[in-house]
C-alpha cells in the first residue's frame, strides 16, 4: 500500500476535526455513545475523504522524453595533445528518485 500524500493527510485530517465539531453541535449530545458513534462516523468521513484526493501522477521512465542530454554546444569529444579526438566520459542523468 503506497504511503499518504501530506495533501491526503491534511485533508483527512481537517475533515475529521471540522466534521466532529459540527456534528457534535448540531446533534447537542451529551452522552458518551452519542459521541462515540460522531466520532465514529467523523473518522469514516475523513478516511473517505482522505482516499479519494487523488494523487499525483507519476511520470513514466520514457513519459516526458529525454532531459539532461548533451547540448549542441558542448562537445562530445575533446581533441588529444596527438591532435587525435577522445571521447568524454558521458553521465547518465538522473532519471530515478530513491524510495525508503
Given amino acids: 500500500m503506497p504511503r499518504p500524500t501530506a495533501a491526503q493527510l491534511a485533508y483527512g485530517s481537517a475533515t475529521v476535526i471540522v466534521s466532529t465539531i459540527a456534528m457534535l453541535l448540531l446533534s447537542q449530545t451529551s452522552t458518551g455513545l452519542g459521541v462515540a ?6 473518522l469514516a468521513l475523513g478516511l473517505l475523504v482522505a482516499l479519494t484526493v487523488p494523487q499525483p501522477r507519476r511520470r513514466g521512465r520514457h513519459a516526458a522524453g529525454r532531459t539532461g542530454q548533451a547540448t549542441a554546444t558542448a562537445p562530445a569529444t575533446a581533441p588529444a595533445p596527438d591532435g587525435h579526438r577522445v571521447p568524454e566520459p558521458r553521465t547518465a542523468p538522473a532519471e530515478h528518485t530513491v524510495r525508503l
Avoid at 37 to 42: D, E, N, P, Q, R
Wanted: glycine share 0%; aromatic share 0%.
Fill in 37 to 42: 458513534v460522531i466520532s465514529a462516523a467523523a
